[in-house]
């Protein structure tokens, strides 16, 4: 790109410690965000103020050139505060930086402004109908995390033919109301009413006979030929990071900061809490409670160990040769274990902490209704995540359509 942009420019350099500080900031907004449904603008404007929405825009485009495990440590610091922000923050800084990584003449249209964030729905729910100079959009996408706050939702398209046959896929620049190219056939439908994740935010996009000129319409088969044609010298490490993992180690981020918050508050509580109806002073005071706490917080470090592990072959393993389909396969199921140790060390945690948690007033409850929401996310199933590596284990056909090839057996 042609200048660097202001959110890279002010990215810090320490984003994880700049999270932590901005938690308790996150924590204050958070009943607020939950009420509306999106992140407060002033959580936004403090993450923006911080530098922390251009932490990961690449070194080409006047960026840091983070590691992935900053950026999984940075969301999962932030969560601590408020999972739902840390949710549509995780999304909304990963995409605009993927959107800084492109090529010039798509940068220069999606950062006319320079500080334009860029939401993603990488489901193919729409189509791209050749028109001339570009493409004639239609579709509906669903859960745009972060689409209040978005100038652009980049989308998953299938490509049609002049016939109206499918001839390819790929990812499609429209330009949402809050930004400075508003179009009004690109709307936003208010229809992000859950039980956890509230503050995410994660509205539908719709788009009706949106015309999209052809350079911000990206093809995979002409994103494959231009990584397969680009010069080693001009690779960055984001460059080398396998597409298929990135998206459950994305969305995977905010659980593991909702469960640390979780065990902190209860081991905080357990020292003065009592036991209605038991011959204990205090929860303390109970080896069952303590041993309890105990496993849950092994459930909470076995899930970071397997993600360190996933995220290592991305940061590492990836930078030295390509991964194969295998190793994809078991970071797919390193991030559906982790999910399933976070989504049962919450709930044993709730048990300690007893029917009072469940309190609108207490924060445990929407730490543990956010978990639940988050950690059902079909990138995150952990059944079908463990049957794709055993799938590998034994030279079976993939299951997940985003990972067709998982490897021959050893």
Known sequence: MSRTLPAASEAPADPVAVAKSLAPLLARHAEEAQALRRPTDGAIAALREAGLLGMMFPRRAGGTGHKLITHVETVAALARGCPGTAWAFGLLSGVTASAASMPPAVGQRVFSRGDELVCSVAGQAGTARPAKDGYIINGTWGYAS?????????????????????????????????????????SVLDTWHVAGLAASGSHTVQARDTFVPNVMVLRFSQLRAAAAGAPASALEPRDRWPVEPLFPLGVLSPMLGAAEELLEQVKANLPRRTTVGWNYSTQADSQTLVGQLGEAALEVDSAW????????????????????????????????????????????????????????????????????????????????GSELYGRALLGQPSNLALLADIGAPA
């Open 146 to 186: 972060g689409c209040m706050h978005a100038a652009w939702a980049l989308n998953g398209v299938r490509i049609l033919d002049d016939a109206g046959s499918v001839v390819d896929a790929g990812f499609a620049f429209l330009p949402l109301p809050h930004g400075p190219h508003a179009d009004a056939t690109v």
């Open 305 to 384: 160990l397997h993600i360190r592990r996933a995220v290592a072959m991305i940061d590492d393993t990836a930078q030295l040769r390509p991964l194969s389909g295998r190793e994809k396969a078991r970071i797919q199921a390193d991030c559906g274990y982790a999910m399933r140790q976070l989504r049962r060390a919450a709930d044993r945690l709730m048990d300690i902490a007893g029917p009072g948690a469940f309190a609108t007033s207490s924060a445990l409850q929407r730490l543990w209704r956010d978990l639940s929401l988050g950690s059902r996310h079909t990138a995150l199933n952990a059944m079908l």
